[in-house]
T-cell receptor, first 115, second 110 residues
Framework: DTAVSQTPKYLVTQMGNDKSIKCEQNLGHDTMYWYKQDSKKFLKIMFSYNNKELIINETVPNRFSPKSPDKAHLNLHINSLELGDSAVYFC??????????????FGPGTRLTVL | TQLLEQSPQFLSIQEGENLTVYCNSSSVFSSLQWYRQEPGEGPVLLVTVVTGGEVKKLKRLTFQFGDARKDSSLHITAAQPGDTGLYLCAGSGGYQKVTFGTGTKLQVIP
């Protein structure tokens, strides 16, 4: 009964390849996020979707394209992978506005290594 | 841009000692959360503070929100090895956007 799940857990790929990471939440939340955690453990927001609509789009290269087929899923596609994309990517969701204070429920992370 | 600075960055203490972690910003937040992250896992929510001056306790952990809602502290009493992890504060200011702190890596030695 995993709340927020991500696949794959580990992803090792060559520079220039295209890859996708999938995220699903079974909490009934309306809002989902993608975060990037670098080697210094700094967690930075990348995107946020609310009911399949993009609401936050931080300064992220356009090689990164999120897609939300429904409010329980938020996938991240990355084109032309670069060495600097190596990091741990976390998916998160939050309860509906009015019932929470932006508390985030995180998935287990996807460790991406670009060689 | 809202920034949250945490101090110390690293902390290694003996089991049974007390410690305090600080989370500071020049921005006002409508709410602030503390998370703990263990290796290979995602951050897990510990607490949310909302009101300036608010104090919340979670067993041996005491969380305080600054009066001006710009800073927060986490105090752990009689630390145990199970407290080891990365502690992250996170502030909410804008619509559904969360800013995470720089993190404090805690190691409790048995």
């Amino acid at each position: 009964d995993t709340a927020v799940s991500q696949t794959p857990k580990y992803l090792v790929t060559q520079m220039g390849n295209d890859k996708s990471i999938k995220c699903e939440q079974n909490l009934g939340h309306d809002t989902m996020y993608w975060y990037k955690q670098d080697s210094k453990k700094f967690l930075k927001i990348m995107f946020s979707y609310n009911n399949k609509e993009l609401i936050i789009n931080e300064t992220v290269p356009n090689r990164f394209s999120p897609k939300s087929p429904d409010k329980a899923h938020l996938n991240l596609h990355i084109n032309s992978l670069e060495l600097g994309d190596s990091a741990v990517y976390f998916c998160a969701s939050r309860p509906p506005s009015g019932s929470s204070y932006n508390e985030q429920f995180f998935g287990p992370g996807t460790r991406l290594t670009v060689l | 841009t809202q920034l949250l600075e945490q101090s110390p960055q690293f902390l290694s203490i003996q089991e049974g000692e007390n410690l305090t972690v600080y989370c500071n910003s020049s921005s006002v937040f409508s709410s602030l959360q503390w998370y703990r992250q263990e290796p290979g896992e995602g951050p897990v929510l510990l607490v949310t503070v909302v009101t300036g001056g608010e104090v919340k306790k979670l067993k041996r952990l005491t969380f305080q929100f600054g009066d001006a809602r710009k800073d927060s502290s986490l105090h752990i009493t009689a630390a145990q090895p199970g407290d080891t992890g990365l502690y992250l504060c996170a502030g909410s200011g804008g619509y559904q956007k969360v800013t995470f702190g720089t993190g404090t890596k805690l190691q409790v030695i048995p």
